[in-house]
């Protein structure tokens, strides 16, 4: 192995929460599912509000359980994430659910609602603080919802689809929906897990390239997975690489060339 040292592990200073808006704090992690071997430990990282990062390794190496501990889907077999300073692992269910209203998350597949507008769709991301009907329906959303989400799909270049029914979009532009709709609650974060794997790679560029304007003018923390290295050093400013069990790569980008990533998949 020719990778690049994890680096920075230490252990976060309890900044005021103001001051940790944003940043995402993983200490001496492991985690397991329920009785199987640990999936990774050791894991130490501290990622500044707004920066961008990618998450490599090989199938099964754990890409997702970290995101999942992230939201405190999954509790750690030993260490501490914390999310804009605050342990999650101590946070009961009303603070743990603010918490995770302050991510917005997108996944492989769009999940959107087929049947109804793009516009009712980026609405559905509001569900968490405004369950109703104005959040399944654009004609029952108040105006302010509304201008909300018309201002994440201009984000994303879509506000003249605002009114077409998702099942007429291409691949591209139902992920670009569902970044708009990651984007409505006005997030924090926004953990995207493998989002261009379904496209083809004009698509999949766009996305990736919505992403990076998105985190950059919102000043939003980025974390996505990808199997994709050219996007990983493309569009990320720091690369985390997880390989057998441990984080044995973080490293700036401009610091790591496509070869010298493939040990992670040996
Ligand atoms: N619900 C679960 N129950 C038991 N084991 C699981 C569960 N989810 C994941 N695993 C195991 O945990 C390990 C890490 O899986 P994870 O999905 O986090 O990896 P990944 O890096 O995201 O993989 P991929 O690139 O294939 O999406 C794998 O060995 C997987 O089989």
Not at 100 to 128: D, I, K, P
Not at 149 to 166: N, W
Not at 226 to 232: E, F, G, S
């Amino acid at each position: 192995m020719t990778l690049t040292l994890a680096h920075g592990v230490e252990t976060p200073k309890l900044a005021a929460r103001s001051t940790a808006e944003g940043q995402i704090s993983v200490r001496d992690l492991a985690v397991r599912h329920g009785s199987n071997p640990v999936v990774f430990s050791g894991v130490s990282f501290h990622i500044e509000r707004g920066e961008t990062v990618a998450l490599i390794g090989a199938n099964g190496a754990g890409k997702s359980t970290l995101l999942k501990c992230c939201l405190g889907l999954m509790a750690p077999a030993n260490g501490e994430v914390r999310m804009s300073g605050q342990p999650i692992g101590g946070l009961g269910t009303g603070a743990l659910r603010r918490l995770r209203g302050t991510v917005g998350f997108v996944a492989q597949r769009h999940n959107l609602v087929v049947r109804l507008s793009v516009l009712s769709n980026v609405l559905h991301g509001t569900l968490a603080a405004n369950p109703g009907p104005g959040a399944w329906l654009h004609a029952l959303a108040s105006s302010t919802q509304r201008e909300r989400a018309m201002e994440a799909l201009e984000r994303v270049g879509l506000a003249h689809l605002a009114l077409k029914r998702a099942d007429q979009l291409s691949g591209g532009q139902s992920q670009r929906v569902a970044i708009a709709r990651a984007l409505v609650g006005g997030p924090r974060f926004i953990f995207a897990d493998e989002p261009a794997a379904s496209l083809d790679p004009a698509a999949g560029e766009e996305v990736m390239q919505v992403f990076m304007r998105v985190a950059r003018d919102t000043r939003t923390t980025l974390v996505f997975t990808t199997h994709n290295l050219d996007h990983a050093l493309t569009y990320a400013e720091r690369v985390l690489g997880l390989y057998e069990r441990r984080l044995a790569l973080d490293a700036p980008a401009v610091s790591l060339q496509t070869g010298g990533l493939r040990d992670l998949y040996n």
